[in-house]
C-alpha cells in the first residue's frame, strides 16, 4: 500500500511533521517572555514519541498506543541499537507524560527551567538519531 493509500497514521512523513510542530512549538515557548516549562515538557515528551514512532512504522511496525518513551524505544531494538540505547533520554521524557497537565497535577511546582531544558534536549537528541536513520531533513 503506497503512503498515498495509507491513512496519516500509518505514514512515517505524517509522525515526522507533527513530531517537528510539537518540538518547534517547545522551542518557541522557551523563548517566549514568561515560558510555561510544563508546556515545553508535556510538547519534548510528545515530540519524542512521535519521532520513534514514525521512525518504527518506517521499520513496519505496526502502530500502538504507547506514550512510554523507554519502552519504545526498547522496541527500536532490532533496527537500531544507538537509539535503543537512549533510555536516559526516555526516561527524562517519560516524567512528563502526564505531569503538568492539569490543574492540580502534583509535577507542575517543580517543574521549572532545568527541566524545560533538559526535556528539549532530549527531545532533540532523540530526533537527530531518527532523521539520521531516516535520512530526513
Request: proline content about 4%; charged content about 25%.
Given at each position: ?12 512523513h ?16 522557551m ?22 514512532k ?8 505496526e ?7 523507554v ?13 535503543a ?7 527524562i ?40 536513520l531516516?535520512?530526513?531533513?
Amino acid at each position: 500500500m503506497s503512503d498515498v493509500q495509507k491513512s496519516p497514521a500509518e505514514t512515517p512523513h505524517e509522525w515526522l511533521r507533527y513530531a517537528e510542530g510539537d518540538l518547534n512549538v517547545a522551542e518557541r515557548e522557551m523563548k517566549a517572555e514568561m515560558p510555561v516549562y510544563h508546556l515545553v515538557c508535556f510538547l519534548s515528551q510528545g515530540a519524542a514519541e512521535k519521532f520513534i514512532k514514525g521512525f518504527l512504522i518506517a521499520q513496519g511496525w505496526e502502530l500502538e498506543k504507547i506514550h512510554d518513551i523507554v519502552r519504545l524505544l526498547k522496541t527500536c531494538q532490532p533496527f537500531d541499537t544507538v537509539l535503543a540505547r537512549m533510555t536516559t533520554e526516555g526516561a527524562i521524557l517519560n516524567q512528563h507524560i502526564t505531569a503538568g497537565r492539569y490543574p492540580g497535577d502534583i509535577g507542575v511546582a517543580a517543574i521549572g527551567k532545568a527541566e524545560a531544558d533538559e526535556a528539549l534536549q532530549a527531545a532533540r537528541r532523540i530526533r537527530a538519531r531518527v532523521l539520521e536513520l531516516l535520512k530526513t531533513d
